[in-house]
């Protein structure tokens, strides 16, 4: 699979709250980077935070306004949950064998 393609099924799997795809995406030692946060270094870290997160949304949708990717890597332009403008954006960084290595938020500037 393509960079692009990786991060919409990544990007599926969030929007389903399918938590088991979300982690079997990533490589055990994910990097995931988080605007105000600490830097999360585990698929269980990454995991457990994940359903802190979804009991935070419950519902709330967020949307892929653009995605753009090369080579491994890919942005993605999202919106934020009641709005279709452009709330955030993230990265993703996926190995040769389609795992995710790092993931990087950044808030709208």
Do not use: C
């Amino acid at each position: 699979m393509s960079a692009a393609e990786l991060s919409r099924a990544l990007f599926d799997a969030f929007r389903r709250r399918d938590l088991d795809t979300l982690t079997s995406m990533m490589a055990e030692d994910v990097r995931y980077e988080l605007v105000n946060a600490p830097t999360l270094t585990s698929r269980d870290a990454v995991r457990d935070m994940y359903v802190s997160l979804f009991e935070a949304l419950g519902d709330a949708e967020i949307k892929v306004l653009e995605l753009i990717a090369h080579d491994n890597k890919a942005a993605l332009i999202l919106s934020l949950p009641g709005s279709d403008d452009a709330g955030g954006s993230v990265f993703h960084e996926w190995s040769d064998d389609g795992l995710l290595l790092r993931y990087q938020s950044f808030s709208r500037i």
